[in-house]
């Protein structure tokens, strides 16, 4: 086999080669893993669904999404309407997100018919590890009430962190990203358990 001459042009030729066969070894392996990360990423949010409702035995209906316009910025809420194996109204999941320190906080909250929360589950973050990165566990209930999202109502306490007069602990010193999760929580509230939801969840309408 004739040995390539050492030049520009069939260096840039060779590089083309190894970048086309990479492109398509890559595209071939994206292909055959794609459906299965798609499949553990539905078997991760249901779960979340069954924690953040605090219940296995539920029948989650199809996710509905709700856009609004807060403080400027355009968000998306992904809602889970979830009812007993009876049909009886649980409440519902929504899926909401606020900017952190590190960038965009995403949380999977539960909520009851009245709007008091059931239970929370982190699905995304980029927080510091070891500070905000506590977000996950630090507002459980086994924390203790001053530091707990879980059993309060947005629409009947001071949902912001005590440093700015509210009635929940922040993270230590992780206040950003404490309000990030709060105010995460609060939209969710506010736009699919206060608001008119036209259908959108059965959740019943709370006065601030």
């Known amino acids: 086999m004739k040995k390539l001459k050492s030049s520009l042009t069939n260096m840039a030729l060779v590089l083309t080669i190894i970048a086309v066969v990479a492109g ?12 299965q990360i798609e499949k553990i990423n539905a078997d991760n949010l249901a779960a979340g669904i069954k924690k953040v409702m605090g219940s296995d035995d539920i029948n989650v209906a199809e996710p509905q999404e709700k856009t609004a316009t807060i403080a400027g910025k355009e968000k998306t809420f992904t809602v889970y309407n979830v009812t007993d194996k009876q049909g009886q109204n649980l409440g519902c999941a929504v899926k909401t997100s606020e900017n952190g320190f590190g960038g965009e906080l995403q949380v999977l909250v539960g909520f009851d018919p009245t709007g008091t929360i059931l239970g929370y589950t982190i699905l995304q973050h980029a927080e510091t590890p070891g500070l905000g990165a506590k977000a996950g566990l630090w507002f459980q209930p086994e924390n203790g009430e001053k530091r707990t999202v879980v059993g309060k109502n947005p629409g009947q306490c001071n949902f912001t962190v005590s440093k700015d007069g509210g009635d929940i602990d922040a993270i230590t010193a992780s206040t950003i ?8 929580i609060q939209n969710a509230y506010d736009e699919i358990i206060v608001k008119p939801t036209d259908g959108t969840t059965g959740a019943t309408e709370q006065s601030k």
């Open 24 to 35: 398509a070894v890559l595209a071939s392996i994206n292909a055959m893993t794609a459906p």
């Open 177 to 184: 990203t404490s309000r990030a999760f709060l105010q995460a």
